[in-house]
């Protein structure tokens, strides 16, 4: 005889990194009065995750309410954040299938996997271009004379770079001389990044005011929407890039991609990643629908 459900609510912090959920005493067997309560939840004082959990009953009403939920200090109802589905290559995706969001997010032990998901989430480009600065940044100490002057000319600039502004000269084309080929392709990729994402949001645009305007037919809407899509893929693939090669450069010269010594520095990577994009701005972000793509 299958259990009667029983659906129990815990929380904590956002910011409380490694923290236990704290239980709530009260508990539901009903899974329309478990999600109406979650939407009269309300948090003062700082941002909070709940997390909702069914044992027993059947398998459909377990689905409906066992989720993690953003309790934001915005007055707003709680927000269902869904499960990432991580695309920056099949091992991200499989990695990220068994874990929620916030799990996904704090344990990653891969800085690619973390910018890429963050990029295509469409976190804050600032925030992304950042944390994919920061990892060019350890590889300055195999720069030095004019080539260490440039080198953080073009991670200053990118520091500063916001959306919508053009693209300075010296972060379009950097002419640094770097020690190695991974030097060279980190600091390229880090101007793609905002190259690409300036590419996909003129595309938005574009394809808002003339799918708008036009009517354009079934066919030519179809092709708007690849096109945005493929620069919203170069965005993320760029900003992973980084990381990457960046790794690479780390451990050495002519490093393949293989090398078993990249796993720690990526490890060493993805905390410089977290700490220039907050949790709460990833889950925000991972809340809030957009114009089509897994999260």
């Given at each position: 005889?299958?259990?009667?459900?029983?659906?129990?609510?815990?929380?904590?912090?956002?910011?409380?990194?490694?923290?236990?959920?704290?239980?709530?005493?009260?508990?539901?067997?009903?899974?329309?009065?478990?999600?109406?309560?979650?939407?009269?939840?309300?948090?003062?004082?700082?941002?909070?995750?709940?997390?909702?959990?069914?044992?027993?009953?059947?398998?459909?009403?377990?689905?409906?309410?066992?989720?993690?939920?953003?309790?934001?200090?915005?007055?707003?109802?709680?927000?269902?954040?869904?499960?990432?589905?991580?695309?920056?290559?099949?091992?991200?995706?499989?990695?990220?299938?068994?874990?929620?969001?916030?799990?996904?997010?704090?344990?990653?032990?891969?800085?690619?996997?973390?910018?890429?998901?963050?990029?295509?989430?469409?976190?804050?480009?600032?925030?992304?271009?950042?944390?994919?600065?920061?990892?060019?940044?350890?590889?300055?100490?195999?720069?030095?004379?004019?080539?260490?002057?440039?080198?953080?000319?073009?991670?200053?600039?990118?520091?500063?770079?916001?959306?919508?502004?053009?693209?300075?000269?010296?972060?379009?084309?950097?002419?640094?001389?770097?020690?190695?080929?991974?030097?060279?392709?980190?600091?390229?990729?880090?101007?793609?990044?905002?190259?690409?994402?300036?590419?996909?949001?003129?595309?938005?645009?574009?394809?808002?005011?003339?799918?708008?305007?036009?009517?354009?037919?079934?066919?030519?809407?179809?092709?708007m929407i690849k096109a945005m899509k493929s620069d919203r893929v170069s965005y993320a693939a760029s900003a992973a890039y980084v990381a990457d090669t960046a790794a690479s450069a780390a451990v050495g010269p002519n490093t393949i991609a293989s090398?078993?010594?990249?796993?720690?520095?990526?490890?060493?990577?993805a905390d410089i990643v977290r700490g220039q994009i907050p949790t709460l701005v990833v889950l925000r972000a991972a809340c809030t629908p957009h114009d089509g793509g897994d999260r």
């Open positions: 005889m299958a259990q009667p459900l029983k659906i129990t609510f815990s929380a904590r912090p956002v910011i409380a990194v490694g923290y236990d959920f704290s239980p709530h005493a009260q508990t539901y067997s009903d899974p329309d009065v478990a999600l109406d309560e979650i939407q009269t939840l309300r948090v003062s004082g700082e941002p909070s995750i709940l997390r909702v959990q069914a044992v027993g009953g059947n398998a459909q009403d377990r689905k409906r309410v066992s989720s993690e939920w953003l309790c934001d200090i915005d007055g707003e109802a709680p927000r269902r954040i869904p499960a990432p589905k991580w695309t920056c290559d099949p091992e991200a995706r499989t990695w990220s299938k068994s874990r929620s969001w916030l799990e996904a997010w704090e344990t990653c032990p891969d800085a690619r996997w973390l910018l890429h998901a963050a990029a295509w989430s469409e976190v804050d480009p600032r925030y992304v271009v950042r944390a994919a600065s920061a990892c060019a940044r350890t590889l300055l100490v195999l720069f030095n004379g004019n080539d260490l002057l440039r080198a953080r000319r073009v991670l200053e600039l990118a520091e500063e770079w916001a959306p919508y502004r053009a693209i300075p000269p010296e972060l379009e084309r950097p002419s640094i001389e770097s020690p190695t080929n991974n030097v060279t392709w980190s600091f390229g990729a880090l101007t793609r990044i905002i190259r690409n994402y300036d590419r996909y949001q003129s595309d938005k645009v574009q394809s808002k005011i003339e799918l708008g305007a036009y009517g354009y037919p079934h066919y030519y809407r179809e092709q090398d078993p010594r990249r796993v720690p520095r990526l490890r060493d990577l």
